[in-house]
C-alpha cells in the first residue's frame, strides 16, 4: 500500500519559515519524481516545486529564491524549506510522487500566513 504521509504544516507569521516533511513508503521512493503542490480557497492546485530522481529541480515563479526542495533517498522523504513566507503562500500543500504511469498523493497538510 503507498502512502505519502505529509508534515510540518501550520501557523506563521509573514516572513517566517516552515519546512514541510513528505515521508513516502510502498514505492521505490529513488526513481519517483517528487514534487509540492498547493491549493488556495477558490482555486485550482498549482505545482509549487519538483525534484527529479536525478536532483533536478523546478519552481513556480512565485516561490523562486524563497522555497527550497531536497529529498532524501535513505529516508524516503521529501522536503520543502518554505521562507520569507507571505499571506498568499497558504494553502493546503499536497506532496505528490509520479513515475511513468504511476501516480499517487498525499492526504495534505494546512499552511496559514497570518499576522
Known amino acids: 500500500q503507498v502512502q505519502l504521509v505529509e508534515s510540518g504544516g501550520g501557523l506563521v507569521q509573514p516572513g517566517g519559515s516552515l519546512r514541510l516533511s513528505c515521508a513516502a513508503s510502498g514505492i521505490i521512493f529513488s526513481i519517483y519524481t517528487m514534487a509540492w503542490y498547493r491549493q488556495a480557497p477558490g482555486k485550482q492546485r498549482e505545482l509549487v516545486a519538483s525534484?527529479?530522481?536525478?536532483?533536478?529541480?523546478n519552481y513556480a515563479d512565485s516561490v523562486k529564491g524563497r522555497f527550497t526542495i531536497s529529498r532524501d533517498n535513505a529516508k524516503n522523504t521529501v522536503y520543502l524549506q518554505m521562507n520569507s513566507l507571505k499571506p498568499e503562500d497558504t494553502a493546503v500543500y499536497y506532496c505528490?510522487?509520479?513515475?511513468?504511469?504511476?501516480?499517487?498523493w498525499g492526504q495534505g497538510t494546512q499552511v496559514t500566513v497570518s499576522p
Open positions: 525534484i527529479t530522481n536525478t536532483g533536478r529541480t
Open positions: 505528490h510522487a509520479v513515475y511513468g504511469r504511476y501516480d499517487y
